[in-house]
């Protein structure tokens, strides 16, 4: 099992910047591939970013695109989301979450295909 605590939500202007962390303790860290889901107020979760277990494939989704980038340091047990550009509608709460898996390629963006979660770092993005 692993237990995955997510940090670095805050407040930030339209156009700032935030890097949010989630770091992972328990079973080696390496087996697993990574996401990030948000959920704003009264929407379901929906799926930003996922990396492989090896860090060499990733994922996004259209709406952060080119604004986003999710990373990960297996010799420090945490994954990472650099986040620029940042819009009001990126306002949600963000959930880092980790997929056991034996292949180094796979990343997956369901959220059912992840077995453990974080609690949540909030993000708000005023206009």
């Known amino acids: 099992q692993v237990q995955l605590v997510e940090s670095g939500g805050g407040l930030v202007q339209a156009g700032g910047s935030l890097r949010l962390s989630c770091a992972a303790s328990?079973?080696?860290?390496?087996?697993?591939?990574m996401t990030w889901f948000r959920q704003a107020p009264g929407k379901d979760r929906e799926f930003v970013a996922a990396?492989?277990?090896?860090?060499?494939?990733?994922y996004y989704a259209d709406s952060v695109k080119g604004r986003f980038t999710i990373s990960r340091d297996n010799a420090k047990n945490t994954v990472y989301l650099q986040m620029n550009s940042l819009k009001p509608e990126d306002t949600a709460v963000y959930y880092c979450?980790?997929?056991?898996?034996?292949?180094?390629?796979?990343?997956?963006?369901?959220?059912?295909?992840?077995?453990?979660w974080g609690q949540g770092t909030q993000v708000t993005v005023s206009s």
């Open positions: 979450a980790a997929k056991d898996t034996y292949s180094n390629s796979y990343v997956a963006t369901k959220s059912y295909e992840y077995d453990y």
């Open positions: 990396i492989s277990r090896s860090g060499g494939s990733t």
């Open positions: 328990g079973r080696t860290f390496s087996r697993y591939a």
